[in-house]
């Protein structure tokens, strides 16, 4: 079918949606949304321009929020396939756990093709329906420009960008890392969660403990802000440090973390904003890199680097 105006989804948009008048669809599964399913939901299209796209339905109920209320919504982003004029499953999601204390909402990333016809589909178990808001982002190039470019110094790289959701693998274990190490990332944060914000974990066991190499390091941010905080790892305690100020939203900001000898910078957009003295470390091994483990941060990260300082 040929979208009309209604139904068309544009970046930027802010759609309120409701379901509850709706047929039901039977909808693929798709993504995490693991089963085919037969609900009423809402039918959306996207035309691809070739950003990363975020779709999400992470907001409180559209009217008179509530726990018991809130609409348990899925959202699942199907590619049209012009040649067999059949829809191709690209990505799918119920339930983000990133979306905090409304944690039945969803989100859906992707990165989309230029001119590509997209078919979004929003529903939820409840055979009642609900109502929703769905938010579409998109995302180019990041707005600061990388200063680093991946190499085979690099002990770990990421390009991104990535909407941050729990980790259940680690992407990669860095067998010998140095004593002295830069993490370099740009970070978007899009909004504040109520709890710790988890955005890396670089540890030898996944388990939030105290232990030296445990949280080599650890980034978040503090509870109810956009206040970066970091948790380093030495041989005799655990060294907190976290940055004055917080971080605008919607904006990307180029952090580096520099571990060397006995001093702690932070840097934020080439500007130093932290500095401090930290204790020995011993060399480890098999540490393993998370983006994100448990609670995380509503935020987009991208040119993420670990390596040698």
Known sequence: PTPTKIDQLFCGDS???????????????????????????????????????IMSTCH???EGASISNFFDSRIRVFGMNVETNTEECVAGNDDDAGCGLWNTASTAQFQSELNVQYAVYVDGPRTSGGLFELDISCVGAPSVAPTRSPTISKLFYFKGPLKINPSVEYLQMITSPPTDYALHFVIRPLGIVEGWGNIFVFTTARVNGMDYGQRVPIVYFQPGTTILHFSIGTDSFLEEQFLSRSMTLNIDHEVELKVVGSTLTVSVNGVLESSITVGTRSQLSNVEVYIGIGDVANAIISDVSFSSA
Do not use: A, Q, R
């Open 15 to 53: 759609i309120l949606g409701d379901t509850t008048t709706e047929k039901k669809k039977e909808v693929k599964s798709c993504g995490d949304v693991v089963n085919e399913t037969n609900s009423p939901g809402k039918k959306f299209y996207f035309e691809g321009d070739g950003s990363f796209i």
């Open 60 to 62: 409180e109920y559209t």
